[in-house]
């Protein structure tokens, strides 16, 4: 609970730096503090759409060379007749005139200029404000003299405002005053040219890209007036006239890639240029703002709350650099200008204000759960020392917990090895049921532990292809061993209210204790039955000796007796030899096995000679000598050759070949004619006291499991295909 209760103030934390930082990014975008950063991006990303520079705008400057061949400024009006005049006879489609005509002169030099304007028909003049007299508010329009306004094709205002630092960036394309709306130069010109103006003549805040200083084609006015200008140059072009020499007329800082100072003319050719390309960049409207803003804090913050404070950093960055993406694509491909100066400010603010309250918790968090665990006492650090001071409280804090650390992961050790060192299979589950802990033989018992995360203890044995039985008190594996399951449940540790809930499972295998006890079952019924049957008849037989008449009934009897006599030896010789084989002690000598192929041959010629039964043996030429216990190889031939002369039927023949492949192993084949095993024994041919055939005489179905026992003590393999009424085959390899 109190963890929760941690978490919880976290949350409510998280959720004040949230709405925070999205008021902080408005304030400083609205109360101006960003500005300057803003205006840095802008100048930057208006450099990349700036239009191409037209060729029908061209500048007839008042430059420094003109004033040295013309004169003097200013000039008589008639000059500028002069100028109007000529530009008209080279073709000019429309002239701009950036030159205020506002005060009265000579009156014939008016009428020249009037003139001159009434003939060309396509002069734009400008015109500024001036502010009231008496008054501390408004401004009224400063006309050129009325005779010249009605001889101009339009009048247009040059009001140009640069920003606070001092750049011009945007122009009032309409500006309002409480006498009217009054366009702009270039506007009124658009006009003149038949270009569509309607969409900018309620823009009061225009951004345009400039072009670098004197990128427009320029020439001197003296040229012009001396009739050096090539008419084909002005043909058709809109002519802009203005002031260039210096001190002359206004100069205003622009960013054309880099900051300059750029004449008033070419300020207004560079917006007419702007203006007839369409490249005008559009302030985007706030609401986009505040989109962005939420969208990229909620995007941060959600970063802080489910990811690690390295990976937080990296999203803090992208989202930086991601924000200043978008405000470059808006500009580059809508020529819309976004300004997110204070999305990023804030981001990089929001970061350590996030990673401080959240060190905050955690170094709480810290304090309280290590006073909790050492109960206010000194914890020893990997040095054995208790010096966990520090000039630093944080230092004070890391030594505090490092001495805890060490002092845990020397309590995991220790637990690990008691674990490792337990004589069973150790599985630790926790309160969820999921594996947290195996030690080496559970790790050979379930290998895909390590390659799964979180396993329930269900999976594992799935994985392990192990099922539980005996309502879940032991485990058997698909190799057939049997594991008892012993379970301790975990409880609380020290003095902790807080249980911890899981538990530890032991794994005792007791596959040979179930072997073992299934053979002592056996037993008891191999002494209760089999061993038991021919000891009873021997009883009765020698219990009526008043009902033999004669000699040969005695002789019968006697042969009864001793038949039953030898059955018991052979019953309780075959039990000796299992007895011994459970011992893995062998008497190895190197041994022909051919050569015991043929003595237990002989030994079984008298038996098969009076069933008329022929013994073929296929053996080598040459000796196969290997390394075995002869006694028993020797007992499993008897076994399989006496079976087989026994269940055989007379006049058959029984087969006993042996052979060697390359890589030396001996194989050894035993087949016969029989009528073949009982269907109950084909199942497990070599299980003890099994089923068996009759007719040849009782068995306690102990040869073939001796067998089987010798073949295993030899490390090798026993292979039997047997068919009803045509014979059994017994196929041995030994690897010796």
């Keep these: 609970m109190k963890v929760i209760g941690q978490l919880g103030r976290l949350f409510g934390e998280w959720m004040i730096l949230l709405a925070l930082s999205i008021l902080g990014v408005f304030y400083l975008q609205f109360s101006g503090v960003t500005e300057r950063i803003d205006n840095q991006l802008l100048d930057t990303a208006s450099s990349m759409v700036r239009p191409v520079n037209s060729d029908d705008i061209v500048l007839v400057a008042i430059d420094d060379k003109s004033l040295r061949e013309i004169g003097g400024w200013p000039w008589r009006r008639s000059t500028h007749a002069r100028l109007l005049d000529a530009l008209s006879d080279a073709g000019a489609r429309a002239i701009v005139f950036d030159v205020l005509f506002v005060e009265n002169s000579d009156l014939q030099e008016d009428a020249a200029l009037e003139g001159a304007l009434a003939r060309a028909g396509n002069v734009v003049l400008p015109h500024t404000f001036s502010t009231r007299p008496n008054t501390d508010a408004g401004v009224d329009p400063l006309y ?204 990089i603010l929001a970061y350590p204000l996030w990673s401080w309250r959240r060190l905050s918790h955690v170094s709480r968090y810290l304090d309280r759960e290590a006073a909790r665990m050492i109960g206010g006492e000194a914890v020893l650090d990997h040095k054995g020392t208790t010096d966990n001071q520090g000039m630093e409280y944080v230092a004070r804090q890391v030594n505090r917990v ?116 299934q053979e002592r079952k056996q037993m008891l019924e191999f002494l209760s039955h089999d061993m038991r049957t021919p000891q009873v008849a021997i009883i009765g037989l020698t219990r009526k000796p008043e009902k033999v008449a004669d000699a040969t009934d005695a002789l019968d009897t006697m042969a009864r007796i001793k038949k039953q006599a030898e059955r018991t030896l052979k019953l309780a010789d075959d039990f000796v030899q299992l007895a011994r084989l459970e011992s893995p002690e062998l008497q190895l000598e190197d041994s022909d096995i051919g050569a015991l192929i043929e003595e237990a041959c002989d030994r079984a010629y008298v038996l098969a000679e009076t069933k008329h039964i022929a013994i073929k043996q296929e053996l080598p030429t040459e000796p196969c000598f290997a390394d075995v216990d002869a006694s028993l190889i020797a007992r499993m031939l008897d076994n399989l050759i006496g079976n087989a002369v026994k269940y055989s039927p007379e006049h058959s023949r029984i087969t006993v070949k042996l052979g060697v492949t390359e890589r030396g192993t001996h194989q050894i084949f035993v087949s016969d004619e029989g009528a073949g095993l009982p269907e109950a024994r ?44 045509k014979g059994t085959q017994f196929a041995i390899s030994l690897a010796t």
Excluded: C
């Design 682 to 725: 084909v199942k497990d041919p070599f299980a003890r006291f099994g089923a068996h055939a009759t007719h040849a005489g009782p068995s306690a179905g102990l040869g073939l499991a001796l067998v089987k026992k010798v073949v295993d003590a030899h490390s090798g393999t026993i292979e039997v295909t047997s068919q009803p009424n």
């Design 144 to 347: 050129p003299l009325p005779a010249f306004v009605e001889a101009t094709a339009g009048i247009g205002h040059v009001e140009a405002a640069p920003d606070p630092d001092g750049i011009l960036r945007r122009f009032d394309l309409m500006f309002t005053t409480d006498r009217g709306d009054f366009p702009h130069l270039a506007v009124t010109a658009m006009d003149f040219l038949g270009q569509d103006s309607d969409r900018y003549r309620t823009d009061q805040n225009t951004l345009i890209p400039f072009h670098p200083e004197e990128s427009v084609n320029t020439y001197s006015a003296s040229t012009v007036l001396n009739g050096q200008a090539l008419p084909e140059i002005l043909e058709d072009k809109i002519v802009f006239i203005g002031a260039t020499a210096q001190g002359m007329g206004d100069r205003y800082a622009v960013a054309s890639g880099q900051i300059g100072l750029m004449s008033g003319v070419e300020v207004q050719a560079n917006l007419l240029n702007a203006l007839i390309s369409d490249a005008v960049i559009t302030p985007a409207d706030r609401v986009w703002l505040i989109i962005l803003t939420i969208f990229a804090l909620f995007m941060l913050f959600g970063a802080f709350w489910y990811v690690s404070p390295k990976i937080g950093l990296y999203v803090a960055l992208a989202l930086a650099f991601g924000v200043v993406a978008i405000s470059l694509s808006l500009m580059a491909f809508a020529h819309i200008w976004l300004p997110v100066a204070s999305i990023i400010i804030m981001i």
């Design 402 to 517: 490092r001495g805890l650390i060490h002092s845990i992961e020397g309590s995991l050790t220790f637990v690990r090895q008691v674990i490792e060192a337990a004589p069973d299979a150790m599985i630790v589950v926790d309160d969820r049921g999921h594996v947290q802990m195996l030690n080496a033989k559970a790790d050979q018992l379930f290998p895909e532990w390590e390659t799964q995360s979180s396993l329930s203890l269900d999976a594992l044995f799935q994985f392990g292809r192990a099922h539980l039985q005996r309502d879940g008190g032991e485990l058997l594996t698909e190799d057939g061993r049997i594991f008892l399951i012993a379970k301790a449940a975990l409880g609380p540790l020290g003095q902790s209210n807080e249980p911890m809930s899981g538990e530890i499972m032991a794994l005792r295998e007791i596959t040979d204790l179930r072997r073992l006890d």
